[in-house]
C-alpha cells in the first residue's frame, strides 16, 4: 500500500492506493481465475476509527481512495487495513505529517 | 453461505461484547449482505439503483440536494472514473451506479471525527448514471450525475 497521510488546520487527510487486481465476476470468468476483490477498508489512529468503507467489485484495478478526518493527529500513524473476498488482509501504517 | 452467515454473526456477537459501541466496525457485507447483489436491469432505468438504496438504507424516500458529487462528463477509460462525494455532515454515505451488473459500488460508514469527503476511483462497463446518497439527521439526500464511458473498463 501506499500512503500519504498530510496534517493541516485541525484535518488530516489521507490518501491511500492498494495494490490489489480487483477482479469483478466478469473479469474473472473471462480469466478463468477465482473472483477477488477488497470487501472492506477501515483506517485508525491509535484505537480510534477515522475511515470505513465497504466496497465492491466496481472499484478500479488498484484501487485509490482519499479521506479526512479531524482531531489533533499530527505526529501520530494512521493504519489501514483491507480484507478482501478471499479472507486475506493487509494493515500498514504510516506517520501523519 | 450458510456457513459464511454463521461465522459472520458469530464474530459480530464477539466483537460486540468485547469493544465499545463507538469502535465497532460496521462491515455492510456482513450487515446487509442482499443489497451487493441487487442487479441493474435496463439501461437508463434506475430501477437497480433505487433498489440497492433500499437495500441499504431501508428506504428509497430519497431528496435531492445537500450533497455533492464530483464525477466527469465523459469516461475515455471505464477502467477509472474519480468519483468524489461529499456534504457539510453524514452518518453514512453510499455510491450506486446504473452501468454495471450489481448497482451498489461502495458504502461509507462516517465516524464521528470523520470528515465526509470521500474519494475512490470507480470502473463502469459502460454509461450510465453515478449516484450518491447521504444519510444525514436520519434523511436521505442524493446527488447523481451521467457519465459517459466511451472504453469500457469492466471486461466489456
Redesign the interface.
Known sequence: MRIKAKFKKGVTTVKVMAKHAMLSYQEAEKKKVPVNFITHVVAKVGDELVYEVTTSQFLSKNPYLKFAFKGENKGKEVSITWTDLSGKTKTDSKKIK | MERRKFLGLGAGLFAATIIPA??V?????ETKPEA?KVMNTKEENMDGVNAGIKAIFGTDKVEEGKVKLKAPDIAENG????I?ASTAKASKIAIF?SA???S????????A???P?????????KTGTVVAVAEIDGKLYKASKVVKVTIG????
Open positions: 463507538s469502535l466496525a460496521a462491515n455492510f457485507r451487493w477502467a477509472v472514473i474519480p468524489t451506479q454495471n451488473p450489481e451498489v459500488v461502495a458504502v461509507f460508514d462516517i465516524p471525527n470523520g470528515v469527503d470521500y474519494s475512490i476511483r470507480i470502473k463502469m462497463q473498463g469492466c471486461g466489456g
